[in-house]
Nanobody
Framework: QVQLVESGGGLVQAGASMSLSCTVSGVIYGTRDMGWYRKTPGPGTQRELVATTTQIGTANYGDRVEGRFTVSRDSAKNTVTLQMNNLKPEDTGVYYC?????????????WGRGTQVTVSS
């Protein structure tokens, strides 16, 4: 069974830095994009792009994090990391790892269970 296992998260003050990591476990035969999405608190909020990276390392960032967050991946270890700097209270939310993986059932998008990030003012 393929799983995305996230680590990191917690409570920090505004202006601090934090790193999230996600590792794919299980049998996979290939990967495409890997990255992070988040769901911020409040009614009606939806999961939004934080950052993704392609197989060749091309990164794509959400407007609200560009310049502060950096996504990277280690393809040999099937790991994707999100370095978050200058965190703001509006970065508070549940962060989900996502990866497009080739498994026994072909290509599909997989999600982690999420990790809470809370930034206090």
């Amino acid at each position: 069974q393929v799983q995305l296992v996230e680590s990191g998260g917690g409570l920090v003050q505004a202006g601090a830095s934090m790193s999230l990591s996600c590792t794919v476990s299980g049998v996979i035969y290939g990967t495409r994009d890997m990255g992070w999405y988040r769901k911020t608190p409040g009614p009606g909020t939806q999961r939004e792009l934080v950052a993704t990276t392609t197989q060749i390392g091309t990164a794509n960032y959400g407007d609200r994090v560009e310049g502060r967050f950096t996504v990277s991946r280690d393809s040999a270890k099937n790991t994707v990391t999100l370095q978050m700097n200058n965190l703001k209270p509006e970065d508070t939310g549940v962060y989900y790892c996502a990866a497009t993986l080739y498994t026994d059932i072909g290509w599909s998008l997989h999600w982690g269970r999420g990790t809470q990030v809370t930034v206090s003012s």
